[in-house]
Structures are given as structure tokens and as C-alpha cells.
């Protein structure tokens, strides 16, 4: 069987390079690029993100991201979000903005707001309470990711206003702590996401990403 195609989205975010590394060691054929063909056709997309959730709004809208994802999941696609990239997967930010709270693409409803903490940004190794039934943790439910944020979504809302989640299979919710309870990953049908690096998380990071491969 041919390896799994993916493209990560090149729209001028950082650490791309690790992310590239790690999907190709989990077994995919992996292409850096935000070629409008290249994105909808491949078999898995990948969202980075890193810095400030406005600014990765800005470099997605610049490279036509919203709609593009928004073309994958119609056709049940599948896309992985990681960390600011499964920010923007939900409705809005209130991390600081000249505008005020800024819009994120909206396909799962949720804002994403500042952690409760005496420490922020939450930087380093935590556990995650994998979703019963999940596809991304299988096989390293009990291990720890890393993880740099300082904001994530704190509540996990089961309607969205538009019925957008109801078009997908029940949604698989994961759970770590900072400050307090935070949503560490979602799996939504075609649509997946993680607030932590897996690219960064040595063995566990791996198998995650090789799960998810495998998934194509």
C-alpha cells in the first residue's frame, strides 16, 4: 500500500520543519505547500500554529485557509489542527487584539480564553484524559504530550449554534489541566485537532501522529 499523502499548510508559520519531520517518520509522504490543489487533494491536511492566534487567522486568510478547510470537510476530508491551529478550529479568541475577541474559523463551537493559572504560558510535559473510544490516543492513553500555550478552550460546548457538529460523528473530547480543565483534543469525524505538539512529544507525539496517518 502506497504511503498516505500530506500537505501541511504553508501559510508562514513557524516550526513547520518538525511537524514535516514527524509525519514523514510516521509513515506519510509529506508536502509543505499551500497549493490549492495540493491541499484538497491529498489524503490528510495538516493546520500548524504557533505565536498569537490573530496572526495565524491572518497568514490562513491570506492563503484562502478558511475556505479550504471549510472544502475538505464537505467532502469529509480529513484535517489535524495543532495547537494554535486547533484554536482556530473554534469560534473565537480573547487573546488580546486591537479589534477585540477575534473570530477563529468556526467549525466547532468555543472560545478560547486565557488560562487560569499561576504560571503562564503553560510550557512543558502533562497528561492527557483521552476520550474513551479514541483514534488519536490509542495505545498511549496514559502518556504525557507537550505543550506551549498560554490560552485554550475551557469549555466544551455539545450544540453549536449552526448544527455544524451535528453533520459529523459525536465529537471524542480529550482533557488536560493547567489552572484549570482545558480541552486537549478533539476528534469531530474528518476533523481533528490537539492544543499540545506532537511533533515535540518524543515517543507518545509519535504513535499519535502514526495513528492518525493510519487513519487516512
Known amino acids: 500500500m502506497s504511503a498516505a499523502q500530506v500537505v501541511v499548510l504553508d ?3 513557524g516550526n513547520v520543519h518538525s511537524a514535516v519531520r514527524a509525519l514523514e517518520r510516521a509513515g506519510a509522504q509529506v508536502q509543505l505547500t499551500a497549493d490549492r490543489d495540493a491541499v484538497l487533494g491529498c489524503d490528510g491536511l495538516v493546520v500548524p500554529g504557533v505565536g498569537a492566534f490573530s ?3 491572518a497568514g490562513l486568510a491570506a492563503v484562502h485557509g478558511p475556505e479550504l478547510v471549510d472544502r475538505r470537510l464537505a467532502g469529509s476530508r480529513p484535517v489535524l489542527g495543532i495547537c494554535v491551529g486547533h484554536q482556530v478550529m473554534f469560534e473565537r479568541s480573547t487573546e488580546p487584539f486591537a479589534a477585540g475577541p477575534l473570530d477563529g474559523l468556526g467549525e466547532w463551537p468555543g ?15 502533562n497528561t492527557v484524559a483521552a476520550a474513551p ?3 488519536l490516543f490509542e495505545g498511549v ?15 466544551w460546548l455539545l450544540e453549536s ?11 471524542r473530547v480529550s482533557w488536560s489541566e493547567h489552572g484549570a480543565r482545558f480541552v486537549a483534543a478533539v476528534e469531530n469525524g474528518p476533523l481533528s ?3 499540545f505538539h ?13 495513528n492518525w496517518v493510519r487513519s487516512l
Open 111 to 125: 472560545t478560547v480564553e486565557r488560562l487560569p493559572a499561576d504560571v503562564v504560558p503553560h510550557i512543558g510535559w
Open 55 to 57: 496572526a495565524v487567522v
Open 133 to 135: 473510544g479514541s483514534v
Open 11 to 13: 501559510y508562514g508559520s
Open 193 to 195: 485537532a490537539t492544543q
Open 198 to 210: 506532537p511533533e515535540k512529544s518524543g515517543d507518545a507525539g509519535a504513535q499519535l501522529l502514526r
Open 161 to 171: 449554534h449552526d448544527g455544524r457538529v451535528a453533520h459529523f460523528a459525536t465529537p
Open 141 to 155: 492513553e496514559t502518556e504525557r504530550f507537550y505543550f506551549v500555550h498560554s490560552y485554550a478552550v475551557q469549555r
